[in-house]
């Protein structure tokens, strides 16, 4: 009995064994295999040397070999046509992107959420910028929708939604501390925007928009279905003025009484993308096609159609008045609306560009699933022009 029990153990180590072998067999071929296709791509992309092809490899690459010569190269290239960096993603978890990219005032830093903490990026080098581990706190619970700076760049205001209503916070910029917050019952706060003197904050949800002075504890809400976009604009008399956008629709609020001052709607079938940071344009967009409606006249500006995809974002820099538009083939395009006239182009990522943001002096930063870069416009547009 006990040397049939011992062949037993032995014919079930040896099978044990023999199992093991092949698994490793196995993984040691598919290893080879997929080595063998990675040099074979690598090859390829560097044959090429095209940004197209070295997108093309980093898309079907996952830790790689040569994923860092390829980002490498890809870089190099992208230079060439105004690239200015990558944001760092090092710090942040597996997996977590990028969102709600915005340039403080002087252009210098780059805000923005990296899974569901805020931080700060220096927008020539990419490289991250310390603050205060403990500033900045969201709240448990409570997920970060929208951030905007003071006109000053001393204050951060954010819209935050969670399980029972939104909130509104305001923070200082350099240590993170918490200036100020308020709740907004039932609805998520989607967008926020501070009045060009700084001292109000708008805000829209789903059903209402409204202003909110942190200094002195005001708060106004007006009821506003379907709102979508807010910026500020002055009147004439200097007075500012909330514009919102919804559906064809460009309403103006007065900032100190949320009342109604003008409401127009403008003739197009396309869809509502959202407003210019400055509220001046409005912008409507249907496949390739993006529409720019002046929201003070309630005038078409520009009819830009020369696109290679869908239109997925786009932003206005101010000093020029150039139009930075993003599609969902991943490219980067730089219109002048003055004359319609298309400045440039760029290939900036694998996937949709799924942000855009625009600085006051002549960058921009794009956000896809692959990266978070900055480019220089006026570099962009003398590449393109080579």
Known sequence: MNALLSFIQKLLIGLFVLGLAVLVLVALIRYQSDEGEDRKSWKQAKTQNTIEGYLDYLRDCQACPHEQDAEKALDQLQRQRGLVARLERTHLPPRAGIALPIFSPDGRDILAVGGTSLYFWDSTTGRRLIRDKNGFQTRGGRYLEALAYSPDGLRIAAGMSGHEGGYLVLWDQKTGE??????????????????????????????????????????????????????????????????????????????????????????????????????????????????????????????????DSEIAGFCRESRKGWIAVGTKSGNLYLWDIAEAKKLGSVLAHEGSIEQIACSRQGKVVTVGWDAAKVWDLEKLRHASQE
Request: aromatic share 10%; net charge negative; no cysteine.
């Open 178 to 307: 918490l200036l100020a917050d308020y709740a907004v019952e039932w609805y998520d706060v989607k967008s926020v925007a501070f009045s060009p003197d700084g001292k109000s904050v708008g805000w829209i949800a789903r059903g209402p928009a409204g202003i909110w002075e942190p200094g002195s504890g005001k708060f106004l809400r007006a009821t506003h279905e379907g709102s979508d976009a807010l910026a500020f604009v002055r009147r004439d008399d200097g007075k500012p003025l909330l514009v919102t956008a919804s559906g064809r629709e460009v309403w103006f609020w007065d900032a100190a009484s949320m009342e109604i001052a003008k409401q127009s709607e403008l003739n197009t079938d396309r869809s509502l993308l959202g407003l210019s940071q400055d509220g001046f344009l409005v912008a409507f967009r249907e496949g390739p096609v993006l529409e720019l409606w002046d929201t003070r006249s309630g005038t078409l500006i520009a009819s830009l159609g020369d696109h």
